[in-house]
T-cell receptor, first 115, second 111 residues
Framework: DAGVIQSPRHEVTEMGQEVTLRCKPISGHDYLFWYRQTMMRGLELLIYFNNNVPIDDSGMPEDRFSAKMPNASFSTLKIQPSEPRDSAVYFC?????????????FGSGTQLSVL | QKEVEQNSGPLSVPEGAIASLNCTYSDRGSQSFFWYRQYSGKSPELIMFIYSNGDKEDGRFTAQLNKASQYVSLLIRDSQPSDSATYLCAVSSSGYSTLTFGKGTMLLVSP
């Protein structure tokens, strides 16, 4: 398996622009997570899905952030409009129910820089 | 608010020594405990998990859990330069719940 695939690896944009991050989870995994990592706040959970349904989006910082999972093999995280404080590494991770060690498989991440 | 606390480091140890990484958590209902390793510029990867009080060994790694003290630790024996990374402690409550991560401890192993 190719693992969790994220794109793009790097994104540089200007304040006010729309940013879309993409994720393909591991086939057969029914949980998908979006995390954000910064030096100041560490790894924070933004939202997670189970069987394509959003379960908890309490970590989404504000209405500028939205996430979708239209099918089992694809998810997007959108920021509109972007701000410099959104600069961070965004990770997508997947897992499956019955995985008793609750192991998360992380993608390579998207390094987002908002100028 | 569930919190997981780690010393940010860096923790510097010479090659061959034992590295001891520590973590405390605030939620007494926590039941599952994990250690992830993250190399610079890479994504986190799971290296150890523990559910019960006591020690769990896997190769050079030992995870220790003390629920009464709300304390988790990771020992790395015979540390190697390739162990230099940031180690993230993660905690979850009963059932399938989301993980809360600490900010991580940077470990530097010098040759």
């Amino acid at each position: 398996d190719a693992g969790v695939i994220q794109s793009p690896r790097h994104e540089v944009t200007e304040m006010g622009q729309e940013v879309t991050l993409r994720c393909k989870p591991i086939s057969g995994h029914d949980y998908l997570f979006w995390y954000r990592q910064t030096m100041m706040r560490g790894l924070e959970l933004l939202i997670y899905f189970n069987n394509n349904v959003p379960i908890d989006d309490s970590g989404m910082p504000e209405d500028r952030f939205s996430a979708k999972m239209p099918n089992a093999s694809f998810s997007t995280l959108k920021i509109q409009p972007s701000e410099p404080r959104d600069s961070a590494v965004y990770f997508c991770a997947s897992s499956f129910w019955g995985n008793t060690n609750e192991k998360l498989f992380f993608g390579s991440g998207t390094q987002l820089s908002v100028l | 608010q569930k919190e997981v606390e780690q010393n940010s480091g860096p923790l510097s140890v010479p090659e061959g020594a034992i590295a001891s990484l520590n973590c405390t958590y605030s939620d007494r209902g926590s039941q599952s405990f994990f250690w992830y390793r993250q190399y610079s510029g890479k994504s986190p990867e799971l290296i150890m998990f523990i559910y019960s009080n006591g020690d769990k060994e896997d190769g050079r790694f030992t995870a220790q859990l003390n629920k009464a003290s709300q304390y988790v630790s990771l020992l790395i024996r015979d540390s190697q330069p390739s162990d230099s990374a940031t180690y993230l402690c993660a905690v979850s409550s009963s059932g399938y719940s989301t993980l809360t991560f600490g900010k991580g401890t940077m470990l530097l192993v010098s040759p």
